[in-house]
């Protein structure tokens, strides 16, 4: 059996966070059997030296690799396949003569448990799923393969142009300089907080398009008493907010608070160096207190504090919320069906303001929750990189079309079985980037099939259809990815300075924190004195915070 990646189907699954596999086919590549490999008997630190080591041959005698992982529900099997053989697994043995055995497989929910026994025991695979906590400690004793040099001799230039999109994040694998595992990369820009108007009101008010956060208040102010719908009622809401606001991407507050410099639930680094957890900082303190004046002014619905994410939605569908903070897919998720109820509806993306002269950084999540690491002890490190190389040839511009491993005949989601994948950091910008010139160029022969998804979709809106008024507003123009390409341009964001596994006394005291949090700071904009902010801080420290961040810095030293 012999099988190649369908290109198109790879880029459409790693909207899932999943990447397709493939193999060469012995009809379109030459045949790699008898390719030179590092003898089984090699010892493998000399493995990486080995000048002579054809990195893509299949292994003359097949080699087993051990591995672990978790499944989770959603996983489907048919035709007898189950997570240790499956189309992957079948792959690996016939096109690189991998024979992949798992030592042991596990819901998610109990992944984590199953893998501090196993390290504990001692008891490691050749190749192992990972989070950072993981990765740090076992790199901290020793036990991992440095991978430096097998990376940077034997990753091949597409696998090296997938996994580094995103510098930042690929740099999260490293420990004191050295490539300590291989990070399932994803997108940390499209995570990135945008604001959304409806610029029909700001046109019908007369108002401009926003610079600074007084901006955003007065636009508030006018949405709210200079009836906008122009129904003659006082009926509309000037920023939309859910009870979730803390973590709730869209209509939350993450791109608020970065106008006052401040970062609520992450973690940022002061001048020392040190972490310091943003919820604390005089920056969030500055921010309750304007959501409170606006709360108090009206600007703000009242019953926010009760409101999930469907009822804030349903504001925006009626016509009745015209500004909020969310992200890239907010147009398509959120706003759309008020654009098709309404013929005069129009929105725009912006960036975030500031509140200050100084210039506004939004924040993303690190897009790496799982690391691939090699014990130090496995006698083959190389197949890490025939394994990944052979993951990325759905990428390569001149990989040919095939089906069968992102979803079966009958709709199994096979992509669900594989070991080792990654998804292109910048796959949604770069789509935004090649729709625009297949816009202007009126050429979409050069787009992939998701691509050209979206360029069909946008050509439609633009000929009156406007179902599809969101995918222009992602992918086209004005839209979601011009604001994040400016980011991007400018340099202009940051990630979360944490992005370890939780911490002990995080996971015994987490979640009560973040709960007073919520709490404190929805009494605040509903009016609280804003000194309870002082009293939060205190609290958060005495029970349990202080001791979260010393065991978050005693993380950083390690990085």
């Not at 989070?131 to 091949?156: C, G, R, V, W």
Request: glycine residues 8%; hydrophobic residues 35%; charged residues 25%.
């Amino acid at each position: 059996m012999s099988i190649k990646r369908k290109t198109n189907m790879a880029v459409a699954l790693t909207m899932a966070g999943v990447l397709v596999l493939s193999a060469c086919g012995s009809s379109d590549k030459k045949d790699e059997s008898k390719g030179t490999t590092a003898p089984s008997n090699q010892p493998a630190a000399t493995a990486t030296a080995e000048p002579k080591l054809d990195i893509t041959a299949k292994y003359e005698t097949p080699i087993d690799v051990t591995a672990w992982r978790y499944t989770e529900a959603s996983y489907k099997y048919e035709n007898g396949d189950t997570i240790d053989s499956n189309i992957y697994t079948k792959a690996y043995l016939n096109d690189l003569g991998i024979n992949l055995k798992y030592k042991w497989t596990v819901p998610i929910e109990q992944f984590e448990q199953k893998m501090n026994v196993s390290i504990a025991s001692g008891d490691l695979p050749d190749i192992m799923w990972l989070t950072n906590k993981q990765l740090t400690d076992l790199a901290d004793n020793d036990m991992l393969y440095d991978l430096t040099d097998l990376y940077e001799q034997y990753a091949s230039s597409t696998t090296k142009e997938i996994l580094q999109q995103d510098q930042k994040a690929f740099d999260t694998a490293k420990i004191n300089g050295k490539l300590m595992a291989i990070p399932k990369t994803a997108s940390a820009v499209d995570g990135l907080p945008i604001l959304h108007i409806r610029t029909d009101w700001l046109k019908k008010l007369n108002l401009s398009e926003p610079k600074t956060m007084q901006d955003v208040e007065n636009i508030a102010k006018a949405f709210v008493t200079q009836d906008p719908d122009g129904n003659g009622k006082a009926d509309t809401i000037g920023l939309g907010l859910t009870k979730t606001f803390l973590t709730d991407n869209h209509f939350g507050t993450a791109g608020f608070f970065a106008g006052f410099h401040a970062y609520p639930q992450k973690w940022v680094t002061d001048d020392s160096g040190k972490l310091e957890y943003g919820s604390i900082q005089p920056g969030t303190k500055a921010g309750l207190q304007f959501l409170q004046d606006m709360y108090k002014n009206g600007l703000l619905d009242v019953e926010f504090g009760v409101k999930d994410r469907a009822k804030v939605t349903e504001s925006v569908v009626s016509g009745k919320l015209g500004m909020f903070y969310g992200g890239m897919s907010s147009p398509g998720s959120i706003i759309q069906d008020n654009v098709t109820n309404d013929p005069n509806a129009e929105w725009k993306a912006f960036s975030i303001v500031s509140a200050d002269e100084v210039k506004a950084t939004p924040m993303g999540k690190v897009p790496v929750q799982l690391y691939y690491a090699v014990s130090k002890q496995s006698k083959h490190p190389e197949a890490i990189m025939k394994l990944l190389n052979f993951s990325m040839q759905g990428y390569a511009p001149d990989a040919p079309a095939d089906t069968g491993f992102g979803f079966s005949a009958s709709g199994i989601a096979v992509y669900l079985y594989n070991f080792i994948g990654a998804e292109p950091a910048m796959k949604n910008l770069n789509a935004h980037h090649n729709v625009l010139k297949a816009l202007e160029t009126k050429d979409p022969s050069t787009l992939s099939t998701e691509e050209k998804t979206y360029y069909d979709k946008i050509v439609d809106y633009r000929a009156g259809n406007r179902a599809n008024w969101g995918q222009d507003r992602i992918f086209g123009s004005p839209s979601s990815f011009d604001v994040i390409d400016q980011y991007v341009k400018d340099d202009n964001y940051k990630l979360d300075s944490f992005y370890g596994g939780s911490t002990p006394t995080m996971v015994e005291k987490m979640a009560s924190l973040n709960k007073m949090e919520e709490e404190v700071f929805t009494k605040i904009i509903m009016g609280q004195s804003i000194d309870t902010f002082d009293k939060f801080v205190q609290d958060w420290k005495n029970l349990g915070g202080e001791q979260i961040t010393k065991e978050v810095n005693e993380w950083a030293a390690k990085q």
